[in-house]
Structures are given as C-alpha cells and as structure tokens.
T-cell receptor
Framework: GQQVMQIPQYQHVQEGEDFTTYCNSSTTLSNIQWYKQRPGGHPVFLIQLVKSGEVKKQKRLTFQFGEAKKNSSLHITATQTTDVGTYFC????????????FGSGTQLTVLP | GAVVSQHPSWVICKSGTSVKIECRSL??????MFWYRQFPKQSLMLMAT?????????EQGVEKDKFLINHASLTLSTLTVTSAHPEDSSFYIC???????????FGQGTRLTVV
C-alpha cells in the first residue's frame, strides 16, 4: 500500500534557527497537505500543494512539492517558540476517494 | 475554516463497556467523515471512512464489529467502541470533508482511557 515517510522524527533547534522536515511518498500524489499538531491538540491544516514543483509561503513557512509529486518539504525560517509541535505531511493518491495517508510526523522542539 | 466539533474530549470507562464518540460538522455539510486513531507520539492512522447514508469503509485490520461507525446525517457521524479493553485506550480524531476535493477539518479529538 501507499506509504508516506517523513524525516526527521524529532528535531531540536535553538530559537532563531531554521528547521526543515521532509516527506517522501512511495507513489505519485495528486496533492499533499501539511498539518501542525500542538502537544495535546488536534491536527490543524496548514496548506495544500497540488502542482508539480509548487512552492508556497506562509510568513516564515515555505512549502515545496517535488517535480515528480512524490516528495515535499516544509521549511521554517528563524523558528520561534510558538512553532513547537508536530508537523505532519499527508498525501492523497490520484483517483483516491479515500482520505489522506499521513506521514509519521516531525516533532519540533524550539529551545529559547 | 469550517468547524468540526467532537464530543466528548475525554472519557474514562471500565473494561467491557461501550463508548460513543460524536463528530459534528457545525457550519457545513460533511459528505465524508473519517475516523483516525493516534497513539502517543505517533501519526494518525485511518480507521474508517464513512459517507452519509452508507456503510463505512474500514481499513485493513480494523474490526468493524468493535468500532461501529454511523453516519446518519450530513452533519453527524458517531464512532462506538464496543466492549472496550485497555488496549483500546487511545486518542481518536474525526475529520469531515464537504466535497471530494476540499480539505478536511479535524475535530478536537477524544482521549479514551479504558481501565
């Protein structure tokens, strides 16, 4: 079945440092979504990428979708303590009416 | 974004009892609802997909007789954990989607503890 791998599993950074999490799918995706889950909370939708090579920005967050539509990345510039949480990618396979397949998540800790 | 309300947010029950979790879309019609399970520090695992008015589609390895899902209306889906056991303790999260291409919105989650 479809698998979505995400690395790293954990990341500790000093406040102000950059952070990147990577997502790789075993199959081509129709789209990929990114979610943030704060400790004890539920996943919150951040963004959806659909086009090959697409790059989207949200303030300090930059999202990329690979040319082959099998990988994606989320980059945070100059992390802040409010960025703490687990970031999940979730991919949808072409033609699938099913829900997304979630990556394993990257737990980000930002040290003040 | 749209609002999905999940209730209760936490529940403690005795082994052998059943627990019902509700998932409501408050300001949109949810054609499809999804139920996930999340173990501590792990990712979300899809349990089942339900479309309004039809039987839920369960993922491989999920016991349909144990996790009963009902999606009787466009705004409500329920997950009933029957004859709960301690190993059923987990964080259960629903998400709801309008049309096929729209994003899904998550409920707040229900933390179930079976003692």
């Amino acid at each position: 079945g479809q698998q979505v791998m995400q690395i790293p599993q954990y990341q500790h950074v000093q406040e102000g440092e950059d952070f990147t999490t990577y997502c790789n799918s075993s199959t081509t995706l129709s789209n990929i979504q990114w979610y943030k889950q704060r400790p004890g909370g539920h996943p919150v939708f951040l963004i959806q990428l659909v086009k090959s090579g697409e790059v989207k920005k949200q303030k300090r967050l930059t999202f990329q979708f690979g040319e082959a539509k099998k990988n994606s990345s989320l980059h945070i510039t100059a992390t802040q303590t409010t960025d703490v949480g687990t970031y999940f990618c979730a991919g949808r396979v072409y033609g699938s009416a099913r829900q997304l397949t979630f990556g394993s998540g990257t737990q980000l800790t930002v040290l003040p | 974004g749209a609002v999905v309300s999940q209730h209760p947010s936490w529940v403690i029950c005795k082994s052998g009892t059943s627990v019902k979790i509700e998932c409501r879309s408050l300001d949109f019609q949810a054609t499809t609802m999804f139920w996930y399970r999340q173990f501590p520090k792990q990712s979300l695992m899809l349990m089942a997909t339900s479309n309004e008015g039809s039987k839920a589609t369960y993922e491989q390895g999920v016991e349909k007789d144990k996790f009963l899902i009902n999606h009787a209306s466009l705004t409500l889906s329920t997950l009933t954990v029957t004859s709960a056991h301690p190993e059923d303790s987990s964080f259960y999260i629903c998400s709801a989607r309008g049309d096929r291409e729209s994003e899904a919105f998550f409920g707040q989650g229900t933390r179930l503890t079976v003692v």
